[in-house]
């Protein structure tokens, strides 16, 4: 019998050891969740089982990616225990039917800014696109609080949600996104903004520079809508222009490659 929603197991399964050898999240935990839908439209969630990181180290096994109904909440398959985060997940889903994939972190340079419990300035022209890089009200990990918290300030943002990322207040990162690779594009550009972001700290403290800089200006002034960089969707790929290959070139007459054989 084939396993339920294989392939898409099998790429979050991928996807999350990926993140994890990265260090776009740490051995005390974070989670993935993807929605998928079956073939009579019914909704279900994907999400990495409960000590992923910590027990785990990120290498699951497709089987170990549970198989969640989203309407009733239970486990249908998958091999574990469902996350105590889910809650976190189910909220985020609600907010907006484009929202399908909820991915949070533990990564180590936006840690710097939720744990500090400011918002992040925006200065990389790969993040601008995100716009405001929020830090939320503290509440404790896994608690219903949290989940009410995040729910409510997605909602705030309408369409935006379906392609966001909030710091939640010495807990992490949360990340909202059309389509899991998304999210992922997201969490690793957030991570050198974040980076880059405090290091132009050091130089406004030091007298170095006025305030954050980003695309030759203040961070701090709105980009007009021709300076912003398009988001990636599924079935728009993003690449560069093509060329097509120089012709090869011709063989002179009576010429033999090392290894032919001269035929009769």
């Known amino acids: ?3 339920m929603f294989y392939a898409e197991r ?3 399964a991928y996807t999350v ?3 994890f050898d990265r260090k776009d999240t740490n051995i005390d935990g974070g989670n993935m969740s993807i929605k998928v839908f079956g073939p009579d439209g019914h909704p279900y969630i994907l999400i990495t089982p409960t000590f992923m990181s910590e027990t785990y180290y990120a290498e699951l096994s497709p089987a170990q990616i549970l198989v969640v109904d989203a309407e009733t909440y239970e486990k249908i398959d998958g091999v574990g225990d469902i ?3 889910i809650n976190m997940h189910f909220e985020a889903y609600e907010v907006h039917p484009g ?3 909820v991915y949070h972190s533990h990564a180590e340079e936006s840690m710097f800014w939720a744990t500090s419990g400011l918002d992040m300035p ?3 022209e790969a993040t601008r696109e995100l716009g405001k890089i929020q830090c939320l009200p503290y509440a404790p990990a896994t608690s219903k609080k949290l989940a009410d918290i995040v729910h409510d300030n997605l909602k705030k943002i309408g369409d935006k949600a379906m392609e966001n990322v909030f710091l ?7 990340i909202t996104a059309t389509e899991l690779h998304i999210a992922v594009r997201i969490m690793e550009t957030l991570e050198w903004n974040a980076k880059i972001a405090y290091q132009q700290s050091v130089f406004i403290k030091l007298g170095l520079l006025p305030d954050y800089q980003s695309v030759g200006r203040d961070a ?5 809508e021709d300076e912003l960089v398009p988001i990636a969707v599924p079935g728009v790929p993003l690449k560069a222009i093509e060329k097509p290959l120089p012709p090869e070139p011709k063989r002179p007459a009576n010429t033999m490659l090392p290894g032919e054989v001269l035929e009769n």
Do not use: A, F, Q, Y
């Open 83 to 85: 996350t105590r985060e």
């Open 17 to 19: 050891r990926k993140m």
């Open 122 to 124: 925006n200065v990389t």
């Open 168 to 174: 939640l207040n010495s807990h992490g990162i949360l």
């Open 10 to 12: 099998r790429d979050l």
């Open 1 to 3: 019998m084939e396993m």
């Open 220 to 224: 701090s002034e709105p980009l007009h």
């Open 99 to 101: 929202i399908r994939c």
